[in-house]
């Protein structure tokens, strides 16, 4: 967050230079706080939302329940309020602030391609994220990347419509050209935050799931169906694609973007779940 906060400031203090306006690194440095302060307290239910996921209660799907039910008990957790995307992709995420206020998703299509073994395998990933405070650094990042990327496009948008006081003198040429850069590589950073935390949290989340179920063949056989759904989830986000278990969209070409993936290789994955 600390990282965040700082490449944020950088970019507020750019857009004071260039629009030759002081008030706008002010507006930057609250605005920032505000921000961090939000994705605190929202970013779960601003997860949620951009993922169209509704809240269930036991009568909605029973099977589901005593599935989180029975394994929080054993991984010593609160239950976890449950929600459900209807989307025909299987995938599932964790999110929320602590363990107090956790939640786990699941798509419908999770729920229709994987046998009980899989599913508790799927769910005990979930729990181990909420049990090793994954969670709220996983859904803080959604709020502060999605943010990152909305004010860089705002500065390639005024730069397009030729907005901007540096325009007019003789720096003119050279600001435009450090604000192109920076508006490109700011989302960059931001994505290789994103990468550096989630990458290594799939991995020991997949090991504590396998600890929790004592039956590492059930995640790893959900994550071999998981991974060969080849279309993407009908709302994949940028932003939200880390809080999946597996990457929400296509497949397709994926040795290419496997470098910019936020997840590790599903066959890395299971690999290590069947120490081969």
Known sequence: MSLFFV??????????????????????VIFSILMNVTS???????ALALNKAHQIKK????????????????????????????????????????????????TTGLLQILDKSELEGVIAHELSHIGNRDILLSTVVVVLVGFITIITNMFLRSTFFGIGRSRDNHNGGVMVI??????????????????????????????SGSLLTRYPEGLASALQKISQ???SMMHANTATA?????????????????????????????KALLGK
Do not use: C
């Open 7 to 28: 490449i944020i400031i950088g970019i507020g203090f750019f857009f004071s230079q260039y629009y030759g306006d002081p008030n706008i690194l002010y507006f930057f």
């Open 229 to 231: 759904y080849s279309r």
């Open 242 to 270: 880390h809080l999946f278990i597996v990457n929400p969209f296509s497949s397709v070409g994926k040795k290419v973007s496997n470098l910019f993936s936020t997840h590790p290789p599903v066959e890395e994955r299971i």
């Open 59 to 106: 009568e909605n799907n029973p099977t589901l329940w005593n599935v989180v039910e029975n394994l929080s008990i054993t991984a010593g957790l609160p239950m976890p309020k449950l929600y459900i995307i209807d989307d025909s992709a299987p995938n599932a995420f964790a999110t929320g602030r602590n363990k107090e206020h956790a939640v786990v998703a699941v």
């Open 178 to 207: 450090i604000g192109i850069a920076l508006s490109i590589l700011a989302p960059i950073f931001a994505m290789l935050i994103q990468l550096a935390i989630s990458r290594k949290r799939e991995f020991l989340a997949d090991a």
């Open 40 to 46: 605190y307290w929202y970013s779960d239910k601003i």
